[in-house]
């Protein structure tokens, strides 16, 4: 029997969980929730049901997994803790600072429910994170690192939008070569926030807005670009979505530590390039709906994060497959 | 109170354990076992405790998890299951091919004495097998690449040794430079062996021997060079000593595979470059010592592999520290 997954948001995320599921035989999509009108909502998949976030509560027979596609800024805090009273859910939220009163909230009301609720995941939080964790564990005597891009920041990009006279931009993170290459040569270098990332800025100015005025907005934004190097290119709105219509992301995360007496150093790289961010965050979230719902069969309950799953769980192969053929 | 760990053989990477051990606060190393004379082994520690390997036994009150540094061909395949009657174990064996043949040893002696015994772990299997699994979770619809060195192979040196006329010799395993990059780059090319590694072999011959027939030997010998590019440079014993008395090692995972209709592609890459291989293996096997002490504490029983460990376990820190500080 196939695992049934239900999707609660059909945004970038939504679709790429959707995409996702399709590449997993032992999972089916039974249902997308949406807070629009479920008429609105065209999934990919044909002749999938579309309902209203307010019915979920009719539907915890006919979904095993529910993925939870919200932000992390208004939706997740509230719609994890809600939703694991029905379903084994799991969810990609991403503020950081906080991820201990976000993990709090699920695991009290997961634990009542008897459900999983697994939090965090994508690529950072998710893979970044437990790439850093092996690799901290193997050597404690070292020093982590970790590059995002070259690959498009939606914050920056919304911050550059909000700026008066800009009618659209589309903002890149990029790690600068020569860090990159220092670490990875294990030299353990002593990086400033400007030494590690550059922000390449594609903006599509309103028609005679003060592009200078723009540009030194963008430069000087506290946060978002006065530690870095920033270049600002305007162009078309034509060549903005000629060009840059893709969300691609990925990053590096690094651990440089010695063993012994310090002679002998060691390097660990992980590294995604992805042409598409939210279609890899989906397929991570996939892998993880599979383990929420194979913990839960155990009689597992609470909140997890990738921390707290065995890698086993994310497999649809069996331990003797995977002892077979993968180890 | 820290945990007590003892070592069963004490070679390269026996002391490459002890090495490890020494980083991590919540571990002390409390005695090394070895089958020859113990008062002919000196480990680094000074005022270690040196016992003979019969006398195990008597040591199940002073060790918590007893880590087997003993070889995969012979040693681990009969040490294994005997001392997991006695103490949670770790061991590194790497015979792909029995993998599952030792499991099911080690699990039906683990069970009946209540003690956790895990196998398999180092890089090659361990953390190279954990990056095949998660990318192949996140990625169903792709393609692995496992690539390795440049590292000194001992299996390769070791069959150098035995040709007739060969005083001393060294292997290095080379990946192809321009077939790594394909691979990075998402090309997802096909490659033969021919085209993924060559094989660098240091040579010291005997005097007088007959080099032409050295070579010939190494660069036809079935299995080990036969399918390769090999070159062979003679050298003095001197030059061996000075030249390439390092023990490093590495390589790369990767998988490439798409999402959706396959426009998107996604590149991961898992990547270690080591000075020391004994060292680097040692460290591992020390974290997981400390998941096989939690994972018995709670309860826990039977043989486990790198796939069926909960990261967390591998950590000194609390899950509290981890969420707060490394997701």
Known sequence: ???????????????????AVQKN??????????????SSVTPVTEGLPVYSAQDLAQHTEDVDVLVLCGGSATDLPTQTPEAVKLFNVVDSFDTHANIPQHFAAVDTAAKESGKIGIISVG???GMFSVAR????CILPDGQDYTFWGRGVS?????????????????QYTVPVEAALNAVRAGENPALTTRQKHTRECYVVAQEGADLAAIEKQIVEMPNYFDE???????ISQEELDRDHKGIPHGGSVFRTGVTGDGTN?????????????PEFTGSVLAACARAAYRMNQEGQSGCKTIFDIAPAYLSAQ???ELRAHML
Do not use: C
């Open 25 to 38: 035989d032992d999972m089916e999509l039974v249902a997308v929730f949406t807070r629009r009108d479920p």
């Open 123 to 125: 690529w950072d939080p």
């Open 154 to 170: 939606q914050g920056h990009s919304d911050a550059i939008r909000r700026i008066e006279g800009v009618a659209d931009a589309r």
């Open 265 to 277: 150093k060691h390097v660990i790289e992980y590294s995604l390039k992805l042409d598409s961010n």
């Open 1 to 19: 029997m196939s695992i049934r997954i239900g999707i609660l948001g059909y945004g970038n995320l939504g679709k790429g969980v959707e995409l």
């Open 133 to 136: 964790l092996y690799s901290t």
């Open 318 to 320: 069996s331990g003797e």
């Open 228 to 234: 870095y190097d920033t270049t600002v290119t305007f």
